[in-house]
């Protein structure tokens, strides 16, 4: 990962080289700040998941942490994890209004 880069992919192949899962992250400018936009999640539905999608949560997660820039979610699955896990709360962008 460089963190310099404005275009992130985190990819996780197989022994294979088949594409298990990939991740793309943008960085943009808006008003209040710069943010790392989360704008595509594949899974390949042919393997784990769960265990896929959390590998690739600590790849976004430590990117978060290391640049100090929050994470906008689009994808309605990443929503739903970042809904699930405390920990995401801290590091969402334009995170939903709930009570």
Not at 37 to 52: A, K, T, W
Not at 53 to 68: D, F, G, H, I, P
Request: proline share 6%.
């Amino acid at each position: 990962m460089n963190k310099q880069d404005t275009h992130q992919i985190f990819t996780i192949k197989n022994e294979e080289d088949i594409l298990l899962s990939s991740v793309t992250l943008d960085k943009i400018a808006r008003k209040d700040s710069n943010v790392w936009i989360m704008n595509h999640f594949f899974i390949n539905p042919q393997f784990n998941s769960q265990d896929l999608l959390e590998k690739q949560m600590q790849k976004v997660w430590q990117l978060a942490q290391e640049t100090n820039l929050p994470i906008w979610p689009l994808d309605p699955m990443i929503i739903d994890y970042f809904t699930q896990d405390p920990q995401f709360h801290k590091i969402w962008y334009h995170r939903p209004f709930t009570r």
